[in-house]
């Protein structure tokens, strides 16, 4: 069994920066595809980004340009890097993991196995 833990989740600026931490614990975490998402209030969960085992990077368009992912298989670990932050990047942002070997459903929220709790990222303006 995965278990995600998110933090770094709280105020920033508009236009200022904050990174996302997701640190996961048993399973083979290096085999993962890690995925970030997020939702608001009334709306769906939306897929933010995603890096696959190999490395390559997936982006929303709405964070293409500002935001990055890296993980860290070492420190078991995947962030997200969000800069220029916005108003509408507000919301509840939620670490997964996927187990699938193959990239196909990486964007998509039914590709995920494992979840973390979620945390909360504000942005004022």
């Known amino acids: 069994q995965v278990q995600l833990v998110e933090s770094g989740g709280g105020l920033v600026q508009a236009g200022g920066s904050l990174r996302l931490s997701c640190s996961a614990s048993g399973g083979s975490f290096s085999s993962y595809a890690m995925g970030w998402f997020r939702r608001t209030s009334g709306k769906e969960r939306e897929f933010v980004a995603a890096?696959?085992?190999?490395?390559?990077?997936f982006y929303a368009d709405s964070v293409k340009g500002r935001f990055t992912i890296y993980r860290h298989n070492t420190r078991i670990t995947v962030y997200l890097q969000m800069n220029s932050a916005k108003p509408e990047d507000m919301a509840v942002y939620y670490c997964?993991?996927?187990?699938?070997?193959?990239?196909?459903?990486?964007?998509?929220?039914?590709?995920?196995?494992?979840w973390g709790q979620g945390t909360q990222v504000t942005v004022s303006s």
């Open positions: 997964a993991a996927r187990v699938g070997s193959n990239d196909n459903y990486i964007t998509t929220s039914t590709g995920y196995d494992y």
């Open positions: 890096i696959s085992r190999t490395g390559n990077r």
